[in-house]
Structures are given as C-alpha cells and as structure tokens.
C-alpha cells in the first residue's frame, strides 16, 4: 500500500514565525502536491511537483514556498505565518502521467496561527 | 480550466434508502475519481474512472462516468450509517494536478 506521511498532525504557530510541513512517500512517486482545506472552500492547489527540485505554482501559492530535494520528500514551507493561513493541510503524491492519476493523500496537517 | 460541481452539498437520508450524488464537469476530461473524507480524516481513494462508460462498485456504492454529459454520478444504494461522510469528486486541469469539486456531505440518519 502506498503510504503518505505527515510529520506533523496538529501545529500551533504563531504569527511571523516561520512554518516547516514535511511530506514523505515511499512508493517512488514521481509527483507530489500540497494542498489546503477550509470549510466552505473545498480543497484549494497550493503548488506541487512533479520531479525532484522542479515545482510548479497552484490556485493559491501566495505566502507560501515549497521544497523538494529528494523524490520521496515534498515540504512546505510558510515563510511567515498569518491568521489566514489557519487551515488543513493536505500532502498527496501520485505515480508518473502514465499510470491511472490517482491521488494518495497523506493524514493532514491542521495548523493553528494565533 | 476544469470546473467541478456536485450536487447536493448535503445529504441526509435514512437507511436503507437509495440516492444518487452528481458530478459535472465544465471541459472535456476522460478521468474521474471519487474519494471519502471522514470528519477530521484525510481523503480516501474510493474510485478511478478512466473511460466513457466506466462503472466501479465497491459495496452500496456505485460510480459511473458519462464523458459525453460530463458526468459522473455515485450511486447509493440502501444506505447505511458507516457511509456518513463527505464524498469529493475530482478530475484533471491542463496543469496535471487533481480539481476537487466542493464535497457532498451524506448524512445516514437510523
């Protein structure tokens, strides 16, 4: 079974401080994506990968950076967290173009900013 | 750019009952996927459809998908609690990442 990995289930951050969300999978996956939840909103595209050091930009990259130095490792990186950045975060990977498309998501990560 | 709509946005039925969740789509997309959330959980695969005409059955739910109509249903049949949750479908933009539609909250009240 594929699995994805959050290093972080629950955080409480406050504002300006700098925000590491690490994502690990361990199924060669070619891609990976962050992506954030809020009610009402759905789930919103923050940015994702699709190759070791290459990144592409989402729906909504603003205020946010990403890493990617190892296939397996995906992270997001919240430079200086605001109030507005209070949201579940949601890591998924997924094998390259040719396979079904299927998205394996990780448990999430819910960060608080106060 | 793909747009995703589902209707409804919520869904309370009773057991036992039947009901059907629609999936529309705003441009030509040859794949469809459908995935659970449970409150406070991630999101769980449930099915792929990769073709026209495509139907998937796990259980009391079934998936269809009508490329022509731009349409993809999740059809549920004699439901029951354990299926309360929120149902998610998603198909591909031209960027290659999944477009969620809002979610389909289903309530299975005894």
């Known amino acids: 079974d594929v699995k994805v990995t959050q290093s972080s289930r629950y955080l409480v951050k406050r504002t300006g401080e700098k925000v590491f969300l690490e994502c690990v999978q361990d199924?060669?996956?070619?891609?990976m994506f962050w992506y954030r939840q809020d009610p009402g909103l759905g789930l919103r595209l923050i940015y994702f990968?699709?190759?070791?050091?290459m990144k592409e930009k989402g729906d909504i990259p603003e205020g946010y950076s990403v890493s990617r130095e190892k296939k397996e490792r995906f992270s997001l990186i919240l430079e200086s967290a605001s109030t507005n950045q209070t949201s579940m975060y949601l890591c998924a990977s997924r094998e390259g173009l040719w396979g079904t498309g299927e998205l394996f998501f990780g448990e999430g990560s819910r960060l608080t900013v106060l | 750019e793909l747009k995703v709509e589902q209707n409804p946005l919520f869904l309370s039925m009773q057991e036992g009952k039947n009901y059907t969740i629609y999936c529309n789509y705003s441009t030509t997309s040859d794949r469809l996927y459908w995935y659970r959330q449970d409150p406070g959980k991630s999101l769980e695969s449930l099915f792929v459809?990769?073709?026209?005409?495509a139907v998937k059955q796990e259980g009391r739910l079934m998936a269809s998908l009508d490329t022509k109509a731009r349409l993809s249903t999740l059809h549920i049949t004699a439901a029951v609690h354990d299926l309360s949750a929120t149902y998610f479908c998603a198909g591909y933009t031209g960027r290659r990442a999944l477009t969620f539609g809002s979610g389909t909250r289903l309530q299975v009240q005894p």
């Open positions: 990968s699709y190759d070791v050091k």
């Open positions: 199924m060669d996956h070619e891609n």
């Open positions: 459809l990769l073709s026209n005409g």
